[in-house]
């Protein structure tokens, strides 16, 4: 059987995603999240875009010891320094560097020849090569390039050292067979193909990502790039669950393993959800609510007697309890540890741990049944909220059934308090201007959006804010029982994230 490398760009494409914005510490967490899963290759950003994100790249380049560790670069000397500071501490550090070279990107995007982008590319991946042993050059917009221009620069930039060559289908443009055709075309027509691996990096603007990234691999390709539930640019990147449950249960179909423990995906989608703020569909492949929902009763009944009758996977392959009520009042420390290493989360601190195992005691006073879900919303939020930053002392909310309510607050930074108190357009309107008051901060509140993490009328309630600040979107998030407490601390969230970007 052949191999297949998983390439994952959930933190370079994917923070692509519009208002998908991680800090250093959110994006250090996926990572090791990201390497726990078993993926070959972590795209961890694009270093010259913000000394941010160069940040978090070096930071991931020095923690991270089992993947490759790559970061992008514009086919530019500048950019090729930046990539390489950020990522020259990785054990196995990789350049990936791109260049347009389809007739529309060439025009309006570069403004140059075919000539002038054959010979950037050649000079830029030599130049990387210098730097790093192992590079991957990206013929962007690949897809609407003409075939034989694509075989010269391929075959040149191998030439010049490139390792990996990545077809992008940039735009989201290509259908299967014509993708397929494309990948046998490079095997067959680019005669130095075999001294490097073929990769396909897939959009998903027509749906069609994860068939083409599988129709490439029956056809020579040997990396698919993707993303944690589908994230990137517009429609997105190829789901990187999608992909490996494909290989895994229609491998009699592709012939292809790889290094991916499935049972990881869920806790991998569940941490990406939280930290970026974006949701899945509910009919969402794999990991979407629904994915191992049986709503009929004939299809119940049949899942009772045989899954197979309506499950080609199970839920446990990809790390979905089907009994997921776990402890309650009565559960001591044991069996609360012991849980949450059930549910993956192995190298917590003890501190953290004992301040989770502090809030789930707290939470069991004001919920019966805890769920799993649960547990991993509170340990989530140990782990990511950071204690630097404002802290949230008190809030006071009066309202009633007329729109207007008002809110007092008190925060601390280190040793110093800020108070505020204002009116709003309901409880939440009125909390967030208390706080703006307090901090003297006026700020654009993009989204807010309120949802159970489990059922019953005692079920944690998770908020999500997006916030503006000079022109970026900030994401905040926090969970408790009592929906203000949660609106509030999510507010103060990405308040946080504004100071640490400052
Ligand atoms: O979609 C694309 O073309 C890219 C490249 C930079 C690989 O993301
Ligand atoms: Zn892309």
């Known amino acids: 059987m052949k191999g297949v490398y998983i390439f994952d760009t959930t933190l370079r494409d994917g923070e692509q995603t519009p208002g998908v914005n991680l800090n250093k510490i959110e994006k250090l967490e996926i990572a090791k999240q990201l390497e726990k899963l078993g993926v070959d290759v972590i795209e961890v950003g694009f270093p010259v875009t913000s000394s941010g994100d160069f940040e978090a790249v070096k930071l991931i380049a020095q923690s991270i010891k089992g993947p490759v560790i790559t970061a992008l670069a514009r086919a530019v000397k500048s950019d090729i320094d930046t990539a390489w ?48 042993r192992d590079i991957e050059f990206s013929p962007e917009d690949a897809t609407r390039t003409d075939v034989e221009f694509l075989y010269s620069i391929i075959e040149t930039v191998i030439d010049a050292g490139a390792t990996v060559i990545n077809i992008p289908d940039t735009v989201g443009y290509s259908t299967p067979k014509e993708f397929g055709g494309l990948i046998a075309g490079i ?90 703020g974006v949701d899945v569909q509910h009919n969402k492949a794999i990991v979407g609510a629904n994915a191992f929902a049986h709503e009929s009763g004939i299809h119940q009944h049949g899942v009772l007697n045989f899954s ?39 190298n917590i601190s003890e501190e953290a741990e004992n301040k989770a195992f502090k809030k789930f005691k707290e939470l069991t006073d004001r919920k019966k049944e805890i769920y799993d879900e649960d547990i991993k919303a509170l340990i989530n939020d140990e782990l990511l909220i950071s204690e630097e930053g404002y802290n949230l002392q008190y809030f006071h909310i009066s309202s009633d059934s007329k729109p207007s309510a008002v809110s007092r607050v008190k925060l601390t930074l280190e040793d110093k308090s800020f108070e505020g108190e204002a009116n709003g357009d309901g409880p939440v309107d009125a909390l967030f201007n208390a706080i703006e008051k307090a901090l003297g901060m006026d700020l654009c509140l993009k989204d807010y959006s309120l949802k159970s993490i489990t059922h019953g009328r005692d079920a944690m309630g998770e908020v999500l804010v997006r916030i503006e600040n000079q022109d970026k979107i900030y994401t905040g998030r926090a969970v408790s029982t009592d929906v203000i407490e949660a609106s509030a601390k999510a507010y103060v969230n990405a308040i946080n994230k504004i100071l640490e970007k400052i």
């Open 308 to 346: 197979g009758t309506y499950e080609i996977m199970t839920p446990e392959s990809i790390g979905l309890n089907r009994n997921s009520i776990v402890l309650g009042k009565h559960s001591g420390n044991h069996a609360f540890r012991q849980r949450i290493k059930d549910l993956g989360f192995e």
């Open 187 to 276: 095997k067959k027509n680019v005669k130095n193909i075999d001294r490097a691996i073929i990769s396909v990096h897939c959009h998903n603007d027509l749906g069609l990502a994860v068939a083409n990234s599988l129709m490439a691999i029956e056809n020579g390709a040997a990396q698919i790039e993707c993303a944690v539930n589908g994230l990137g640019e517009r429609a997105g990147n190829a789901a990187l669950e999608e992909v490996v449950m494909g290989l895994k249960t229609r491998r009699d179909c592709f012939g292809a393993t790889n290094h991916i423990i499935s049972e990881n995906i869920y806790n991998t989608s569940l941490l990406v959800k939280r930290l970026t």
């Open 85 to 132: 500071e950020a990522i020259k501490y990785s054990e196995k550090p990789r350049i990936h560097t791109f260049i347009a070279t389809s007739e529309i990107h060439m025009k309006y995007k570069l403004n140059m020849t075919r000539e002038e982008v054959l010979n950037k590319a050649a000079e830029m991946v030599a130049y990387a090569k210098g730097l790093c």
